[in-house]
């Protein structure tokens, strides 16, 4: 057998010029651009299935004064490619409400929005916080915080943008934060409820 | 070697062909040349160039002016442009102008003195563009203001897309106040591609 090359992108092996040729050099080459192929047809079947997906709360949700509160979904109203390992079959399951996991290595860009129905307004220190928190912890956070008006009464909201490099596995929370003058407890908005939305940027493996 | 498949032209030599070792290395060369290229556009999509960085640990205090993010660490990039330490990243320079998106969650932490509520607090997306003309570099700058709560630290959320073309992007840190504030460890800098500018 030659001491074989191989090509620069697919890694298909070759014999060079100065090698004795033999079967097994033929059959690596044929091996090499057989599984070139089936590497081509993943990427073309993979390209239909990037997931995406949004959860909501819809249900008021009691947020404790002073407390990162993590949102508990009761709505997938988005939830395409279920059936597909790529995408999100398995984003949300019944069994962990608050998470949106990775089902696969990917990138992905996350949305994340929250109101809080305030019943009285929040006086000078008063501040509303949405963040989007990875796997749990307060290791890594994204998100947004504002003080709304003092005097202001009701509906407040707050939103971000975010992206995430997740390994498989790795999960997204939506959570809610309020602190101010009044007690509390305060519920998230119905009327317009808070959301997380994710949609896939990237596939890790691919490059 | 004078013959070559119907469909793809892979090159293959005839019978009346002296047998040449080298036939081997054009048809794997050729097979390899057009699957990348069939590969290329699932590859774009699959592949975004996209890059996430943090800071890991806080930055100096100030009272007013601005300070960068720095690249602590480097969580995601695939495109080159995130490099350990840098403050900026890079547009690859083989580049054409392109649409990109870029983000940032801002976050402060109080250095010294109690906060004082209503101080200024921006975070700031900062854009440098080239003209691929003039060779003139332009900035500019996104900009969300959340200004001081005394809770604790204060979270800026920031966004914007922009034509870029040779382009430097960094966030940034805006105060002014009357107490020492910094760039807090956990800042967080992404950006990803869109699409070419046509």
Known sequence: MAYL???????????????????SDVQSMANDIDQAIVNTQKLSSDFSLMGSVIAKRNAALSLTKGALTAVSFDSITLNNGSDSPLANGNWWAAGNPTRLTAPVPCVVLASGFGGVNLGSALGVNGVIQVTIGLNGGGAWVQGNKFSPISTVAGQVWSSALSVWPLNAGDYLELKLYWTGTPAGPFNTDTVI?????LSMLALKSVS | MSGSTTNKGYPYPLLTDFADVQDAYRLATAVDAD????????????????????????????????????????????????KVG????????????????????VLTVPISGTPVVGDLVEGRIQVITTDQVSN????????????ETNTAGEWVNVFTMAAIYRGHVSA???????????????????????????
Do not use: H
């Open chain 2, 86 to 105: 840098a403050s900026s990243w890079i547009q690859p320079n083989g580049q054409a102008p392109s649409w990109w998106m870029f983000g940032a969650t």
């Open chain 2, 35 to 82: 699957l990348r290229a069939d590969q290329a556009p699932f590859r774009a999509f699959e592949g975004r160039p996209s890059f996430v960085v943090r800071q890991t640990s806080n930055g100096s205090g100030y009272l007013s002016g601005n300070d960068y993010l720095i690249f602590n660490a480097v969580d995601w990039d695939n495109t080159g442009g995130a």
């Open chain 2, 136 to 147: 003139l570099a332009t900035t500019t700058y996104s900009t969300q203001r959340n200004d």
């Open chain 1, 193 to 197: 409820p808070p959301q997380l939305s």
């Open chain 2, 172 to 198: 940034v840190l805006e105060l002014n106040g009357s107490t020492q504030k910094a760039l807090s460890a956990g800042s967080t800098f992404w950006g990803f591609y869109m699409g070419p500018v046509t």
């Open chain 1, 5 to 23: 090359r191989r090509t620069p992108y697919q890694r298909i092996r070759y014999p060079w010029a100065s090698d004795v040729v033999s079967v």
